[in-house]
């Protein structure tokens, strides 16, 4: 047990949750049981004719995100999926779910904090160099030959924070965006946690919008986190 009475599993996923989110945004890792727990049978019906990893996958991410809602007061009866992608959170709510296969873990924050969320997970070496071609852009794969982890990891990072990045503009926006459309820069590589830059090059209604976001690795996941302070596009900032 850790120093607050916490397993050393539950320590590693708070200290993994700190930093990845600014106070405020609940982070809650799947626990083993959440996998296989079934959902509500409004939930289950998305799930037909659904190959057994993803009944997991979705199963895992929906337990995480309403023990996250739990912890900021909202027990929504459904969670179910948004017709764009994504998740059609409760009134109140903001949140993001990944899941990885073996890994899956959801944010959620309460609506007045932030515009939206996006959050990412993906195994340390998910992008591959011929993949990395396809991901990353040019100065992208550059800046990778001065990283202090293998490419791999960092074209992984680069994969990730763009997801992240789609996860939480996309339910605002509807406004599609591709591997080549946006642009991350990682400026102090550190090989456990810290920030990064993605800046849309694209034309459109987000050309140029530049965000921040967070990245931290486990032992073996790269995850990445994007919480937007205000509309991308009206600018509008949560009412509080
Ligand atoms: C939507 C997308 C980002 C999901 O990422 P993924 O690696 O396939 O899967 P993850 O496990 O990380 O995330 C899946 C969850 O994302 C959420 N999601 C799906 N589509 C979404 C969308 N349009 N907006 C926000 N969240 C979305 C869902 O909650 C989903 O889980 P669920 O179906 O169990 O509810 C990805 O499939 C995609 O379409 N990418 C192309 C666009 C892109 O990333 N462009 C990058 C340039 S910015």
């Given at each position: 047990?850790?120093?607050?009475?916490?397993?050393?599993?539950?320590?590693?996923?708070?200290?993994?949750?700190?930093?990845?989110?600014?106070?405020?945004?609940?982070?809650?890792?799947?626990?083993?049981?959440?996998?296989?727990?079934?959902?509500?049978?409004?939930?289950?019906?998305?799930?037909?004719?659904?190959?057994?990893?993803?009944?997991?996958?979705?199963?895992?991410?929906?337990?995480?995100?309403?023990?996250?809602?739990?912890?900021?007061?909202?027990?929504?009866?459904?969670?179910?999926?948004?017709?764009?992608?994504?998740?059609?959170?409760?009134?109140?709510?903001?949140?993001?779910?990944?899941?990885?296969?073996?890994?899956?873990?959801?944010?959620?924050?309460?609506?007045?904090?932030?515009?939206?969320?996006?959050?990412?997970?993906a195994?340390r070496t998910t992008v591959t160099e011929v993949m990395a071609r396809a991901v990353c852009r040019p100065e992208e794969l550059d800046r990778c030959e001065r990283d202090p982890y293998p490419a791999e990891e960092r074209a992984t990072l680069v994969f990730s924070a763009k997801?992240?990045?789609?996860?939480?503009?996309?339910?605002?926006?509807?406004?599609?965006?591709?591997f080549q459309?946006?642009t991350v820069t990682v400026p102090a590589a550190r090989l456990?946690?810290g920030?990064f830059?993605?800046?849309?090059?694209?034309?459109?209604?987000?050309?140029?919008?530049?965000?921040?976001?967070?990245y931290?690795f486990?032992?073996?996941?790269v995850?990445?986190?994007?919480?937007?302070?205000?509309?991308?596009?009206?600018?509008?900032?949560?009412?509080?």
């Amino acid at each position: 047990m850790g120093a607050a009475g916490l397993t050393p599993g539950v320590c590693a996923a708070v200290r993994t949750g700190r930093s990845l989110f600014p106070r405020g945004v609940v982070f809650t890792e799947a626990a083993a049981a959440m996998w296989e727990q079934p959902l509500p049978v409004a939930e289950e019906q998305h799930l037909a004719g659904a190959v057994p990893r993803r009944i997991r996958e979705f199963r895992a991410g929906r337990h995480s995100a309403r023990a996250g809602l739990a912890r900021i007061g909202l027990r929504p009866e459904l969670l179910l999926p948004a017709p764009g992608g994504g998740v059609r959170w409760p009134s109140g709510a903001v949140g993001s779910i990944s899941h990885s296969g073996r890994y899956c873990a959801a944010a959620v924050a309460p609506a007045a904090l932030a515009a939206g969320i996006g959050f990412d997970a993906a195994q340390r070496t998910t992008v591959t160099e011929v993949m990395a071609r396809a991901v990353c852009r040019p100065e992208e794969l550059d800046r990778c030959e001065r990283d202090p982890y293998p490419a791999e990891e960092r074209a992984t990072l680069v994969f990730s924070a763009k997801e992240a990045l789609y996860k939480a503009l996309h339910p605002l926006t509807g406004v599609p965006l591709g591997f080549q459309d946006v642009t991350v820069t990682v400026p102090a590589a550190r090989l456990t946690s810290g920030r990064f830059w993605a800046r849309v090059l694209a034309p459109g209604p987000l050309s140029g919008l530049r965000v921040q976001g967070r990245y931290a690795f486990t032992a073996t996941e790269v995850l990445t986190s994007v919480v937007l302070s205000h509309h991308p596009t009206t600018g509008k900032e949560p009412t509080r």
